[in-house]
């Protein structure tokens, strides 16, 4: 058996019950946390807070050689951490066939997304969210300033009246100048803000470390909030499309969004 575990977003405590018997139970425990991660502890808090040993696998590990892995799940019950929600990536996935195709049985334990907690937290409606995308650093993506995919997400949500959540790059064991086993980076949304802020008027919502005790939302035009700093990360940003009334008072209120940044509500 092959369970895939989401850990949820914070910290060790935020799995689920489900989850925590599936690691007790487990023979052999994995893990990745370039995809995502768990600002509020570390695998070492991780592995204590279990009581197992975890394997920690960089990206090649998971993606070029998940031989163990899946060699463990042919010899007893072996479960795959991740942050968040353990199918969100599709490296996740791709490891959740490749043991189906041996003939391995997979189970499936969820975990809170940060597409749900920014929703939760922004008080803007889960179902008015259009088609996510990504921010990457300029240099991961070899060019200056935004990809004009992203743009294009972003200005076509809107032109439906739809909400984008924006992702921040996150970069470990490679950096501008290549593989580098030391680089850990993490994008913020003050630095995303500026980015887009280049490309485009519009309204952002700035979400900080979602499921933590100290999560921050603030909601601004993207030239302010490219002005302001969040603290650590992980970062979250979100370009708001139409604003229903009830999100309207929930950005002025949770997010302390200035009167003259907010579009009249439709």
Excluded: C, W
């Excluded at 490679?174 to 003050?190: K, L, V």
């Excluded at 993207?222 to 008072?249: C, N, Q, T, W, Y």
């Amino acid at each position: 058996m092959l369970t895939f575990v989401g850990l949820g977003l914070y910290d060790e405590r935020s799995i689920t019950v489900e989850g925590r018997e599936a690691v007790a139970g487990a023979d052999r425990v994995f893990a990745e946390f370039y995809t995502s991660k768990l600002a509020g502890t570390t695998v070492e808090e991780l592995s204590a807070y279990h009581g197992v040993e975890i394997e920690l696998r960089d990206r090649s590990g998971v993606e070029e050689d998940p031989e163990p892995i899946l060699a463990a799940a042919e010899a007893g019950d072996a479960v795959f951490l991740t942050a968040g929600d353990t199918m969100i990536s599709t490296t996740h996935v791709d490891l959740r066939l490749r043991a189906e195709e041996r003939g391995i049985e997979t189970h499936v334990v969820h975990g809170t997304t940060a597409g749900s907690a920014a929703a939760s937290l922004t008080g803007l409606q889960n179902y008015r969210f259009g088609k996510a995308t990504t921010l990457p650093f300029p240099y991961a993506h070899g060019g200056e300033g935004v990809p004009g995919s992203v743009l294009e997400t972003i200005e076509g949500n809107r032109n439906r009246g739809l909400h984008t959540l924006v992702y921040l790059d996150i970069k470990i064991g490679i950096g501008p100048e290549g593989t580098d086993p030391n680089h850990e980076e993490y994008m913020t949304a003050h630095y995303a803000a500026e980015l887009l802020a280049g490309e485009l008027e519009a309204l952002g919502v700035a979400v900080a470390r979602a499921g933590g005790p100290d999560p921050i939302v603030a909601a601004d035009r993207l030239a302010s909030l490219a002005d302001l700093s969040f603290g650590e990360p992980l970062h979250l940003l979100v370009i708001p499309g139409d604003l229903h009334v009830i999100e309207h008072d929930a950005l002025s209120r949770l997010a302390d969004a200035p009167s003259g940044a907010l579009p009249d509500p439709v």
